[in-house]
């Protein structure tokens, strides 16, 4: 049976809504809302990008706004840092149209800066997550993404490790000083792409370059994949 997908994804958006107001005053900083979505949603996606959640580098939060799905993609009417750099970086391999086009969302739902989501009660941020990460699964399940690449080395280890099951054992390459730089696993039909943050972590040149070297190399067309 066919599922309607605006249909699945307002009950989605309603369910993640429940789950936020019943966490209120139960965290410092419940205020930065929730979103699941920063951009149109559509089934077999070319790219699907996940970050691991939102900042006060973001669009700002709105419960009418977020209880909705998103008409325009955040990354090309909100100029955050992570959208200069990913806007950027796609440029530079030609496939702006595929970020354009693409899904994005985070690992969690739940606004919040890093050091503040870590500090969090264990026992609500492990319920919190776990929602999220089950939330996350079915998402790509049903929207069914050629790519998926992640904002991050680490939402890239989270995703493979904790949230899919089934994914291929990773291969990583290594940039200069010896560090991680990119990543890739499979899941069933999707290719999982993991880059370091592109906002937060220090890119060399040489670093940068290859990056877009493995990135461009990675992302076919789907022509292309049908010949290998």
């Known amino acids: ?14 369910e993640v809504c429940e789950k ?5 005053y139960a965290y410092a900083f419940q205020d930065w809302g929730f979103r699941v979505f920063s951009s149109p949603v559509r089934t077999n996606p070319d790219l699907m990008v996940i970050g691991f959640n939102y900042g006060k580098d973001d669009k700002p939060f709105s419960r009418e706004e977020d209880s909705q799905l998103p008409e325009v993609h955040e990354y090309f009417c909100h100029d955050s840092r992570m959208a200069g750099k990913m806007r950027y970086l796609f440029e530079g391999i030609e496939r702006e149209d595929w970020l354009a086009e693409s899904v994005k969302l985070n690992l969690v739902f739940f ?4 050091a503040e989501w870590e500090s969090l009660d264990h026992s609500l941020r492990n319920e919190l997550e776990t929602f999220c990460s089950t939330k996350v699964n079915d998402i790509i399940d049903m929207l069914r993404p050629r ?12 995703l493979t ?13 290594i940039g200069v000083g010896g560090r991680n730089i990119y990543a890739r696993s499979r899941y069933g039909h999707t290719e999982i792409i993991g880059l370091v943050h592109l ?3 220090r890119i060399s040149y ?17 022509n292309q994949t049908y010949l290998h």
């Open 161 to 173: 490790k904790s949230v899919l099951m089934g994914c291929s054992k990773p291969e990583v390459k």
């Open 206 to 222: 040489p670093d940068w370059n290859d990056i877009k070297k493995y990135l461009k190399a990675d992302l076919k067309d789907i």
């Open 199 to 201: 906002a937060r972590d």
């Open 1 to 14: 049976m066919e599922i309607d997908i605006e249909l699945w994804v307002e009950e989605l958006l309603r």
């Open 20 to 24: 936020w107001e019943s966490t209120s």
């Open 147 to 158: 790519y998926i690449v992640t904002e991050g080395l680490k939402v890239f280890e989270i």
């Open 111 to 114: 606004g919040s800066e890093s």
